[in-house]
C-alpha cells in the first residue's frame, strides 16, 4: 500500500506575497501543480495534501485532480506537525507513506521509483531524498554514521558552525514505513531555533533512516523566495530550449525567449528574441516566430510567419502572415495562404483560404470566405451596445479602405464596397455599392 503526502500548509514567509507559496507559477503550471503531477504514475492507494495557509485557495487550484483527499493543519507549526495531522487519516494504514514538500517542484517521477524500490528493498524505516550540493545554504544537513545510516537531519538554523560546513543536504522528499513513523510522530519537539516541530527530528528517532542521493541536484531545488524561483523558471527553459534546438528549432536568441513544456514544434522552425509560447501549443515546419511574438494555446500550420503578433486560442493554416503587430483573439481559424497585416484584430472568426486583411481592421463575430480583400480600416461593427452579431463575407468580395459592416450582416459573393461606407443592410453577390454624402464642392470667394 501506498500513500503520499503533499506539504503544502506554509505560507512561504520568504517570498513576500499575498499569494500562497506554492500556488506561485513555474513555466505556467503552479508548484503544488508540478508535485502532484509527478506521482501520477506511482497510482498510490492515498493521495493526501495537507493545507493551512490560504487552504481554500490551494484547495480550489486543484479541482482537476482527482481523488484528492485535503487535510487541515491550523496553525502551521512546522513540517512535523503537518504530517501529525494525517494520523487519524492514516488509521490502520499499512504500508509506505510518500512525503513531499509542495516547493520541490521540479522533481522526476523516475527519482521516485528509485526511492521507493531503495527503501523496500532495505527494508528501511525511512529513505530520503538527498544530495551533496557546493551551496548547501538554507537546506538540513544530514549526518550519518559509518556504516551509512542516518543519524540525523539538523536544519541550517539549528547548526553549529561546523555542521554547517557539511554539503549533504535534505531534499524533503521521504519515503517512511507508516506504521513506525507514526509511533514516533508524538514525541516530537518544537525546542529549536524556530520553535516548529520538525519532520527530519524523526529521522533519529527511527530503527533505520537511510539517504539516497540523486544524480542531479537541481531536481531537488527547494524555492522558499523568488530568487530560487526564477532560478527553476531559468533551469526549466534551459532544458526545453536545448531539447527542441536538437530536435530542429532555431532560436536567434534563447535566452529572451520562453516555451511551455505542452508545445510541439516541426522542424525548420525559426523562433526570433523576445517571444513566448504558453499553453499548448502546435507549431508546424519551417514556422517564423518573431521577433516579439507572444502565442498561447495555438495551432500553427506549416511555413507560418508571425511577427511582433499575439495570437491565443486560435489555429492557423499553412503560409499565413500574421503580423507586424496583429491580434489574433480566440476561436478564430485563419485559413491557409492569407494574410494578417498591420494592426488588425481578428476575435471569433474564420477567415477563408487566400484572404487578406492587411492593415488597421477590426474583424470580430465573422466568417469571411476565400480570396477576399478587406480594405484598410474595415471595422466589422458587432456590438449594438447590448449583443454581439455576426457578418457574413462571401468569396472574392472587397470592401474599400474604411468600410464600417453594421452587423448582423451578409455580403454575399464577388461583392464589392466602396471606400468609407457604412452598410447596414445584407449586399447580394456580384454588386457594386457606395453609401457616402455627396461631397459638396464650392469656390471659395475671397
Ligand atoms: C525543509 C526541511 C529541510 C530540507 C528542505 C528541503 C524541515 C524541518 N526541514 O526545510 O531539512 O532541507 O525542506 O527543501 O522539514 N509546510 C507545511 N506546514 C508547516 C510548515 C511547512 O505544510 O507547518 C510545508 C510548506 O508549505 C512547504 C514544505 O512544508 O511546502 C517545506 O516547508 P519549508 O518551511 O519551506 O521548509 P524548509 O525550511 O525549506
Ligand atoms: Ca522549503
Redesign the pocket.
Known sequence: MLAIAI????K?TRMKSKLP??LHPLAGKSLIDRVLSCTKGLNPNRKLI?I?HQANLVEDSLKHHQDLDFVL?QP????G??IQQLSSKLKGFNGELLVL????PLLKEETLYSLLKFHKESNASATFLSASLDSPTG??RVFTDDSGLVKK?V?EKDCTNEQRKNKL????IYCFDWQQLSDVLSLLSNQNSQNEI???DTISLLKKALHFEVDNPFEIK?I?DRVQLSECEHYIQEQLKSLWMRKGVSFVDPISCSLSEDSNFGTDVVIEPQTHLRGKCSIGNGCHLGPGSIITNSTLGENVLAIHSFINEATIGNNTSIGPFAHIRPESTIKQNSKIGNFVEIKKSCIGEGTKINHLSYVGDSALGKNINIGAGTITANFDGKDKHRTIIDDYSKTGANSVLVAPIKIGAHVTIGAGSTISKDIPDKSLVVERSKAIIRTKSD
Open positions: 506539504l503544502a500548509a506554509g512561504g507559496k506554492v495537507v493551512g493543519q502551521q507549526n512546522g513540517t506537525h503537518a514538500n509542495g516547493d520541490v537546506y538540513g537531519i536544519e543536504i535534505n531534499a524533503g520538525y519532520l527530519t527547494g522558499n
